[in-house]
């Protein structure tokens, strides 16, 4: 077990189907012992995503806003703030008063609506250890100003249950450059901007631990800086849009010209995903933040069919909690 986690239905549930068709597949081929080698071989670094739905919050079932986790060491590192996560996190197993590091992509609502509200369900749920957050501008200017729309419940807090100040438990690291954002023992954490238009502060990250690489996408239409820092990675979780989905969904909408103009400069369509995986060089692409977000008739196979004429790797159509 990974000091500082519980493990939930959620996580066994997911282990266990990891494992069982890891072993499903062995058991084929071998006796039990090379399975048990199998699952000892898994990567030490965990990847779950917790929310795997983009575009802006439509209050319906289906998947939840971006969010990833990565839990390196045993500590957790979440990877935007897109609406539930706090639920996500605790689905996924992970105590949400063991939050340490937060990193945010860019600023659209499906990846930082809920970053507030994370460090606040944090600190209710027992916080008293430092909290790093990472993003572009405004970071710091939206920490104050959760801090002053949310002043009156923090204070009275304080004094009634003895709590500590949250406000000081939060640190905001503002940047606005590709390069190193932060380093320890367990992790290094590299950004590139990426091309996310009109946003010009959109950023990819790069997580190198001692046993994987995982890079996040953020959003992003076909981006160099993202194939660099991507370059020869174990991982790479990117951003999806199926064409004839968003054509479908188009059709509904009365602003649909000036949609469809931005979705298309501002996010990667699945052929040009399979060029970007294949010159990156990816061991795994893992799809995710899927424009459109709840389409059932798009199925996985559709998902995967334009990224495959391009990239040769293994493809997984993400979904929520899935662990990686
Ligand atoms: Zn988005
Ligand atoms: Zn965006």
């Known amino acids: 077990m990974l000091p500082g986690l519980i493990v939930g239905g959620e ?11 890891g072993a499903a597949a062995f058991v084929a081929t071998a006796a039990l012992a090379p399975v048990r080698a199998q699952v000892t071989a898994k990567p030490k670094t965990r990847l779950v995503l917790l929310g795997t739905g983009g575009g802006p919050r439509i209050v319906a079932p289906g998947r939840s806003k971006s969010a990833n986790l990565i839990v390196a060491n045993g500590v957790p590192y979440v990877v935007d703030c897109g609406e539930g996560v706090a639920h996500q996190m605790v689905r996924a197993g992970v105590a949400l008063s063991a939050l340490r590091y937060i990193f945010i992509t860019h ?43 949310n002043r009156f419940d923090i204070e009275t807090r304080i004094g009634d249950e003895s709590r500590p100040d949250l406000r000081k438990l939060v640190t905001a690291h503002e940047f606005n450059a590709p390069g190193l954002v932060m380093q320890n023992a367990d992790v290094k954490v590299t950004a590139a901007r990426v091309r996310h238009p009109p946003i010009v502060h959109a950023y990819a990250y790069r997580f190198d631990a001692a046993d994987r690489s995982i890079v996040i996408s953020g959003d992003t239409t076909t981006s160099p800086e993202l194939i660099a820092l991507a370059k020869d990675a174990d991982v790479l979780v990117s951003e999806v849009m199926h064409l004839g989905g968003l054509e479908a969904l188009l059709k509904k909408v009365p602003n649909a010209a000036t949609l469809r103009g931005h979705l298309l400069a501002s996010h990667i369509v699945t052929q040009d995903l399979g060029k970007l995986a294949a010159a990156a060089g990816v061991k795994t692409l893992v799809l995710t933040h899927f424009v459109p977000p709840d389409d059932n008739s798009i199925t996985d196979d559709m998902w995967t069919e334009g990224v495959r004429k391009h990239y040769k790797g293994e493809i997984i159509v993400g979904r929520d909690l899935m662990e990686i």
């Open 107 to 149: 600023h659209h609502s499906d990846h930082n609506l809920d970053y507030g509200n994370l460090v606040y369900d944090a600190w209710a749920a027992g916080l008293r250890a430092a909290v790093e957050a990472y993003g572009p501008p405004p970071i710091k200017a939206m920490t104050e100003a959760y801090w002053q729309l």
């Open 11 to 21: 996580m066994i549930s997911s282990f266990r189907r990891n494992f069982l068709s």
